[in-house]
């Protein structure tokens, strides 16, 4: 667990409500930057002071011109007034800079901690949750956050101290004016509470419309070709015109939604205005108050236009930062089941003996036959063993324990005689390196998928070496930039050996003790297939090598073979004798060599037939 995300593990969080939780867990990231929030108080306190000041100094300075002072000294006043200005400016300017800061840092901080704690949840995990849910919260509701944190905060905590502030600054013109100018503004921020609502709901619709249509445009360039297989371009279209017809429909209610906006607003300081003048000039009658407060007043409604209906808005961002925050925490919260508990031993160096005793693994549904039951079986270190079997026998979780992708029991599986679960992950995932069926490329050079998982000053010869070794250093010379070149999304620029041997050389560089290769094989051709199983014994040399394969002719040459079935293991022995045995094994080997003789002898026909044809054809 890295230390900013241990710092955000919640003690004691048993009755918390869902969202309480999650705003707890906010909070630690606020406090960890409370510096940012003190001093931000602080400039909003001088703001609130410059942005009451204005409509005073106006006052005072049209009072000046009331009674007549020197032209000097309206020079004067109207200089102050400037200052304010500039200075009222300046402060909102470092108000907001202070906010949205601390709000990205916030950001910052969660969106780390949640890719580095996705990076440590088990596989399983990521079967439970699409891919699409991930990234929502990971980038959607990350985003809510920092709107709640930026403009939500900024205006919620500013408009309170704003809406005192004026109060009192208009009280010392007249207290009776200034209690009847607040008057309507509890129904004015009702009104921009179900305004700022609807607006936020709507400007949410039209963006989930946009989001909605541009996942509908990435499948379909994704999926291009089975589009075009299956003639669907028309229907296609017609499917895109129905979603881009919503994100029509739903940003039209939002600009009319924004349109009424500025009706609603303007309406705000005419009110104001009329109150001012009405019971204004009744108090400036009776000599209760001067010219220039007037003004003070009318500015007053003017600027507390837009906190007011600002406020509305705010307050939908925080709720909807709030339920944002509660699906990230779910994230945060799901603790990784395999991890290294207290007393882990790290080991320096595995020699690579690998023990299973009496192992039984279930996945989590708990309804389904154990995918592994009672399996016992000791593969010494530096020795190989090929596990072979029917689809859906168990292979590949059977190959998938080993570096612990999934948790298995106590006391069932030893590395070099220690209990899996009591050994630290950093040294078991060190010297083990697993080539799965399904391998993965990321869009980076092919030099630096060789490498991954290795040190950044890695000597090139060795990235190399494990190339030779995986026989893709002749596919190398041949790619436009060799070992520059970028493979694309997921390998998409190699072919689907290239992709396999690519994942070789990666487990290869790695030099592991323990070398697990899951149906690796299964993609790369028949000649290539030879090349590698020639290389085998220099591949394997001085490691403990599991081999998962399909076909018998993957194993045959292997210190042991293991047939699984239905999670059990039905035979085990070296090839010539489960061949001798004649079970299920050797019914295998028969099945496949019958297979190949077969497809053989079709190559050979229709080898011939073609020579026959070209022939009476001359
Ligand atoms: P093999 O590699 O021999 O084809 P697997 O080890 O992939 O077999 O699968 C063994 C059994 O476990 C099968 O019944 C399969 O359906 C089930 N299984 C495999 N992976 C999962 C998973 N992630 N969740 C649930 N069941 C699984």
Not at 157 to 180: C, E, N, R
Not at 256 to 267: D, I, K, N, Q, Y
Not at 281 to 308: D, H, K, N
Not at 330 to 349: T, W
Request: hydrophobic share 50%.
């Amino acid at each position: 667990m890295s230390e900013a995300l241990a710092a955000t593990q919640l003690a004691g969080q048993g009755g918390d409500s869902p969202v309480r939780h999650a705003l707890r867990r906010l909070s630690v990231y606020l406090r960890r930057n409370a510096r940012f929030y003190l001093l931000w108080f602080f400039v909003v306190l001088l703001y609130v002071a410059s942005f009451n000041l204005l409509p005073l100094a106006v006052g005072w300075a049209i009072d000046g011109l009331v009674e007549g002072v020197p032209r000097a000294e309206v020079f004067r006043r109207c200089w102050i007034l400037f200052g304010i200005a500039v200075g009222g400016g300046l402060l909102r300017f470092f108000s907001r800079q202070l906010v949205f800061d601390a709000a990205r840092e916030v950001e910052y901080e969660i969106r780390n901690d949640l890719f580095a704690h996705l990076q440590k949840l088990p596989q399983s995990f990521f079967f439970r949750w699409r891919t699409g849910d991930l990234m929502s919260r990971c980038v959607n509701d990350l985003n809510s956050v920092r709107m709640l944190l930026g403009p939500g905060l900024l205006s919620v905590a500013q408009s309170p101290i704003l809406f005192v502030g004026a109060f009192l600054a208009m009280s010392t013109l007249s207290l009776k004016l200034a209690i009847l100018m607040m008057l309507p503004y509890p129904a004015f921020i009702l009104i921009s509470r179900v305004l700022g609502s609807r607006l936020y709901s709507r400007s949410l619709a039209a963006q989930q419309s946009l989001s909605s249509m541009s996942n509908f445009v990435q499948e379909n360039v994704a999926g291009i070709a089975v589009v075009k297989a299956y003639a669907m371009e028309r229907d296609q279209a017609d499917r895109f015109e129905e979603a881009n017809e919503a994100l029509r429909e739903r940003s039209l209610e939002l600009v009319r939604t924004s349109a009424a906006m500025p009706a609603v607003t303007g309406l705000l300081p005419a009110v104001g205005l009329a109150l001012a003048l009405w019971v204004g000039f009744g108090e400036i009658q009776a000599g209760r108050m001067g010219t220039g407060a007037l003004f003070s007043f009318t500015i007053f409604a003017r600027q507390l236009t837009f906190p007011t209906f600002i406020m509305g808005y705010a307050i939908s961002l925080m709720q909807r930062g709030a339920s944002a925050m509660q699906r990230i925490d779910e994230i945060l919260s799901v603790m990784p089941s395999i991890r290294d508990e207290a007393g882990s031993v790290d080991l320096e160096r595995i020699a690579g003996r690998i023990e299973f005793r009496g192992l039984t693994f279930r996945y989590d549904d708990a309804s389904r036959a154990a995918a592994l039951d009672g399996i016992d079986l000791v593969v010494p270190a530096g020795t190989t063993v090929g596990i072979v079997g029917p689809v859906g026998a168990g292979k590949s979780t059977l190959a998938s324990v080993i570096p612990r992708l999934f948790e298995v029991e106590d006391g069932q599986l030893f590395i070099d005689g220690v209990d899996i679960n009591r050994i630290r992950l950093a040294s078991l995932r060190r010297a083990i390196a697993m080539v799965p069926q399904d391998s993965f490329l990321f869009s980076m050079p092919l030099r630096d998928n060789i490498a991954y998982g290795l040190p950044a000053d890695v000597p090139f010869e060795r990235i190399e070496t494990a190339a030779q070794r995986a026989q893709l250093a002749r596919d190398i010379e041949d790619l436009p930039h060799g070992y520059d070149t970028l493979v694309g999304e997921r390998g998409i620029m190699l072919s689907g050996g290239q992709r396999q041997r690519t994942a070789l050389a990666r487990a290869l560089a790695l030099e592991p003790s323990i070398l697990i290769l899951d149906d690796t094989l299964s993609a790369v051709d028949a000649d290539t297939e030879q090349r590698i199983q020639a290389e085998l014994d220099r591949l394997f040399a001085g490691r403990t090598v599991v081999v998962v394969a399909s076909r018998v002719n993957s194993v045959r040459k292997l210190d042991q073979i293991v047939v699984l079935d239905g999670g059990r293991i039905v035979e085990r022995g070296r090839h010539a004798e489960l061949i001798a045995k004649g079970g299920v094994y050797a019914r295998l080997a028969a099945e496949q060599a019958a297979e190949e003789t077969r497809a053989e002898r079709e190559r050979r026909l229709i080898g011939e037939g073609l020579g026959r044809a070209v022939g009476e054809g001359a």
